[in-house]
């Protein structure tokens, strides 16, 4: 399971980074030096600031990042194959493992709606945050 664990955590942690760098970049910076200038601490700088402002690409990577966990088959397939008597079998490999290796095609579609049923009011979630801070 660590395996599993520290192998997606490696694989996303670039795309975070370079998300979250760009986005800190792009923040004005005059407002953090009127920050500055008013006697704010880095502290409150990073939390009343940054943060809020950061809230958006944040939220996206949330996102994305439980999406992806919750269709991960990839690595569960190369690296342990549903793993120790399914100790590593996540809803996407169960997907596959139903549809191809067991044959049963509508079990699997339906743990793929169940899937998609998941997935929808986490998306619905970032889009309305999404929408409320611009």
Not at 7 to 18: E, F, N, P
Not at 34 to 58: C, E, H, K, N, Y
Not at 113 to 130: C, D, K
């Amino acid at each position: 399971n660590f395996a599993v664990i520290f192998a997606a955590v490696w694989i996303w942690t670039g795309l975070a980074m370079t998300i979250l760098s760009a986005a800190y970049k792009a923040l004005p910076q005059e407002i953090i030096e009127a920050a500055i200038i008013d006697g704010a601490t880095q502290w409150q700088r990073f939390w009343r600031l940054v943060l809020p402002m950061l809230s958006i690409p944040i939220t996206f990577l949330v996102v994305v990042m439980i999406i992806n966990a919750l269709k991960m088959i990839d690595l569960v397939y190369v690296m342990t194959m549903g793993g120790p008597r399914g100790g590593t079998r996540v809803i996407g490999f169960s997907i596959y493992v139903e549809m191809f290796a067991n044959g049963k095609i509508g079990y699997g579609s339906a743990i793929g709606a169940i899937l998609l049923i998941l997935v929808l009011p986490i998306i619905l979630y970032q889009l309305r945050q999404t929408k409320k801070q611009l």
